[in-house]
């Protein structure tokens, strides 16, 4: 699993509910939920973000609600991949349900600046910061982690028989 992509940046403690506010939780289309990432945070995301770009977060992403739209929200929105230093547990399992690619790399997360290009290569656990050349380690996915983000999410790799 390999992602390129230029970066967005974002701090500690980004919760579901500027992830995805509330009051878009009576849809479930992605593209609606979609339009309205990050807009309690920043403005500005979606009409910026673009198809494989990559979020880097501090501490505690996803911390809040277990709403699953939050990951939904943004793998929509074109995000191939989120670094962080940490996620919260909740967002974690839920992402990697929807097949959102996410992965914990603390250095990478700190150093890693707006809009730099970021290519990440997930299955050797490797982080390049193509903008300066800082290269990162971090733990490969699973095989199985691999297979559910590869096939769109849990359900669909249940579907396809993949993790029978």
């Known amino acids: 699993m390999k992602y390129t992509g230029n970066v967005i940046k974002y701090g500690d403690n980004v919760d579901t509910d500027v ?3 509330a009051r878009y939780l009576n849809t479930s289309d992605h593209k609606e939920l979609a339009s309205h990432c ?7 995301f979606v009409n910026r973000v673009k198809q494989g770009d990559i979020i880097t977060a501090g501490q505690n992403f996803g911390c809040g ?3 699953e739209h939050a990951p939904i929200a943004i793998k929509a929105s074109g995000v191939s991949l989120v670094i962080a230093k940490s996620f919260a547990r909740i967002f974690y399992r839920n ?3 929807i097949g959102l690619a996410i992965v914990e790399c603390p250095a990478a997360a700190e150093e890693i600046s707006e809009g ?5 290569d997930l299955d050797n656990g490797i982080i390049r910061n193509i903008t ?6 971090t733990a ?3 095989l199985f982690v691999q297979k559910i983000i590869e096939n769109g999410g849990l359900m669909e790799s ?3 028989g993949i993790l029978n």
């Open 38 to 44: 990050m807009e309690d945070l920043d403005s500005t």
């Open 132 to 137: 300066t050349g800082r290269e990162y380690k």
């Open 95 to 97: 992402a990697i349900n």
């Open 19 to 21: 992830i995805i506010p």
């Open 116 to 120: 730099d290009t970021v290519e990440a």
């Open 65 to 67: 609600s277990s709403r």
């Open 140 to 142: 490969p996915f699973p």
């Open 158 to 160: 249940v579907a396809k």
